[in-house]
């Protein structure tokens, strides 16, 4: 790694690789770039993300190979392993404050509920 990472959240990509975000430095500042492992060739450079993560931030493999972070804030993104880029703000929750202390979970759907009922 290009920099320490006392708190990161690692995340298991769908090649066998594993993302590592977040995380303080060994400077005591928030670790704010995507490293990724990968076995065989080691940590890829840095991929910024231009915007300050939260410790141990909330992140999911969604099924198209893409990462959802699902953040202790207001909004979530979504992070491209292949173009190394994240998304802007997706969605919001209702909820104005920081969610400090908790967990996440990302539920499948089914064809049923993503679909609009008929009328």
């Not at 990472?5 to 990509?13: D, I, N």
């Not at 099924?63 to 998304?87: A, E, K, M, N, Q």
Request: charged share 15%.
């Amino acid at each position: 790694m290009a920099h320490g990472r006392w708190y990161p959240t690692a995340t298991v990509l769908g090649d066998g690789s594993v993302m590592t975000f977040s995380g303080l430095s060994e400077t005591g500042s928030t670790n704010t770039a995507v490293e990724i492992y990968t076995a065989g060739a080691g940590w890829s450079q840095e991929y910024a993300a231009g915007w300050t993560p939260p410790l141990y931030p909330r992140m999911h493999l969604i099924s198209d190979g893409r990462v959802l972070y699902s953040g202790s804030g207001r909004g979530s993104r979504i992070f491209d392993p292949t173009t190394h880029t994240w998304s802007a703000v997706i969605a919001n929750t209702n909820y104005s404050g920081t969610r400090t202390y908790g967990t996440s979970v990302l539920l499948p759907m089914s064809r049923r509920t993503a679909t609009r009922p008929a009328s």
